[in-house]
């Protein structure tokens, strides 16, 4: 195995010489920002690009697309750009607004007759629009599709068994099941799969190579990072989580080298070439702040940059910076990470890609960017050190202790547990003896859990070929004469166990 190392490709975006002596060395100051920030948090491999006054000015590759072996990041490796594909969705439903093929107040059961909520009121209320703003009353639903092979039109059929969180646009809880509904609908409207119309509409026009609507699709580009997970505080390669059935939520895939010819499109405000892929009007819609994020459910950096407001837009989380209007989305996935921030008063933007499961040096870097280059700014502050002793805090507030359990498996009482649960969101799950023994909890049709026990009704669950992933307590729900299994719990999601 390869010692773990940092690469630095040389700066290849431009002649240095266009460049006066203090932007170089606001530019180089940035690189060594990153280099130190990568070895802080030990990041395997990260791909930084950055646009201003319409022309890109930085793009560097740093470290190693996978920690045991020498290929090196550049500004043309890919990485899972994951939520930050949201944009890219609400631009798609805006294109077809400019087109008069629907509008954003048009209820959504209009063009998808399928889509069912609890009840007709709830289903009719829920606009276009609603599907961009994680608002629309719906409790996180992303188990129907994490380590999932659930297909979008399946989760839609069971969203009638979902009860209602808070009241239409009333609250906030962020959704990713709504943007792969948005998905459908552009399907249904256009006529093509939203990763058609992406890659036609915004992909080739942008002239984006390098960028691809899915995991799958992306499959032959060889240059390609590998995720990454720190297990008992040692860094491994893990392998790709794969979110293609929910694609419009997150599943693109791109470099930093394409991910600047997107901000200079968001930048120049939905023009490529003196050409308007989409109307003012619209475009100004996608940025327009759509929801109220109450600051508790907002990103911790909000504690450092304390801003006076905080909003979503369509696809965009939202807040003032330094008195400016910060536009900006992260994403992750298993292993991947990425941020995007804008400050349009300074025609300023800047992309971060990484291969270490929520490194949140990608905060750091998209704040030292905007006090480095933003107009008007005296002084930074030390991001890096700021923004790792706040995810340290959490971190070390958010740990669990390990669950010690009676490794005993073989009591009489086990063959009680065994047989299939069901609950009306989720489905069936099962649970089985192996021959050897081993009780099996088959939660997906991809994730199985390994349960041990603690005492007589509860059990550590380790889940098989997932083992980054944090063990689980189960509960099994026993009859007053304590003979009978009736239920088990995993949080806060119940299965009914079937006779």
Known sequence: MKKFQFLILPFLCCCLSAFSQTELNKLNELTSFIEKGMADWKIPGLSVSVV?????????GFGLKNMYLTEAVNEHSI?????????????????????????????????????????????????????????????????????????????????????QAYPIRGGYTYQNVMYAIAGELVESISGMPWTTFLQLRVFDPL????????????????????????????????????????????????SAHDMAKWMHFLLNKGKINGRELISENNFDELFTPQTVIPPKDFYPTTSLTLPTWTTYGLGWFQQDYRGKTLHFHTGSIDGNIAILGLLPSD?????????????????????????????????????????KSLYQQIADSNRKENVPYNKRDERGSITSFIGTYFHSLYGKIKVEKTKENKVLLHLTPIL????????????????????????????????????????????????????
């Open 52 to 60: 201003k006054n319409g022309k890109t000015i930085y793009q560097k």
């Open 79 to 163: 990485f899972g750009i994951c939520s930050t594909t949201k944009a890219m969705t609400a631009l798609t439903l805006a294109m077809l607004v400019d087109e008069n093929k629907l509008n954003w107040n048009d209820p959504v059961v209009k063009y998808l007759p399928h889509f069912k909520l609890a009840s007709d009121d709830w289903t009719n209320q829920i606009r276009v629009k609603d599907l961009l703003t994680h608002n629309a009353g719906l409790p996180n639903l992303d188990f129907l599709w994490y380590a999932n092979n659930l297909e979008v039109k399946e989760m839609i059929q069971r969203l009638k068994f979902v009860n």
């Open 207 to 254: 002239d984006m190579k390098e960028s691809f609507p899915t995991y799958k699709s992306s499959l032959f580009y060889k240059n390609r990072m590998f995720p990454h997970f720190r297990i008992s505080d040692k860094i491994s390669p893990i392998p790709y989580m794969v979110i293609d059935q929910i694609a419009p939520a997150g599943a693109v895939w791109s």
């Open 347 to 387: 025609s300023l933007g800047v992309f971060v890609l990484g291969n270490l499961d929520h490194a949140e040096l990608r905060h750091a870097i998209m704040f030292k960017v905007l006090d480095l280059l933003g107009e008007n700014v005296e002084g930074s502050r030390d991001w890096n050190d700021e923004i």
């Open 448 to 499: 199985t859990l390994t349960l041990n026990a603690i005492n007589e009704k509860e059990f550590n669950g380790k889940y098989l070929d997932f083992f980054w992933f944090d063990d689980e307590k189960i509960i099994f729900e026993l009859s007053l004469n304590g003979k009978d299994v009736l239920a088990l719990t995993i949080g806060n999601r119940k299965w009914i166990k079937e006779n």
